[in-house]
């Protein structure tokens, strides 16, 4: 399938590459199908997760630890069934980053760490869980 991206033009997406958020992601239910896009020859830190519903719909993401962060929480047996999801190892993780938009010299990026996007890599499924502060530790790490 072929999709217009705004940062990366056209773009060719295999069936293969088509992750289903069976739920959609918060303020987006009707959006189910999305894809995973890096700038070619990138070092891929910064991913575009592009909806193949609407090409208007993408959303910035990075690894927790691109960030310095380490952190846990537990999914729900719903979580985990609607993610088809056997085993831990399965899962990435990505935290949705956007551009400090409050003041204009500001050239920092927002992590959003309560609502993380889990994708079972294997089963090309994912969710976006949003998390309670009591239910997860966040550990910052310190890069020398």
């Known amino acids: 399938m072929k ?3 705004p940062i990366l033009g056209a ?3 295999s069936d293969d590459k088509v992750i289903e958020f069976p739920a959609g992601l918060p303020g ?4 189910h199908r999305f894809a995973l896009l890096h ?3 990138g ?6 997760l592009q909806s193949l519903d609407d090409a208007s719909v993408m959303f910035s993401l990075a690894g927790p630890e691109q960030l310095g962060i ?3 929480f537990p999914l729900t047996d719903e979580e985990t069934n609607a993610l088809r999801l056997s085993r831990p190892e399965d899962v990435v993780v990505a935290i949705v980053v956007r551009k400090g938009d409050e003041e204009p010299t500001s050239a920092g990026l927002r992590a959003n760490f309560m609502a993380p996007v889990i994708i079972n ?7 976006q869980k949003v998390i309670e502060k009591s239910t ?3 550990i910052l790490r310190v890069r020398g």
């Open 11 to 13: 773009i060719e997406v």
């Open 136 to 138: 997860c530790e966040i």
């Open 3 to 5: 999709i217009e991206n």
């Open 43 to 48: 070092e891929g830190k910064i991913f575009l």
């Open 70 to 72: 380490t952190y846990e």
């Open 121 to 127: 890599i294997q089963q090309q499924r994912g969710l």
């Open 39 to 41: 700038e070619e020859g």
């Open 28 to 31: 987006f239910g009707n959006l």
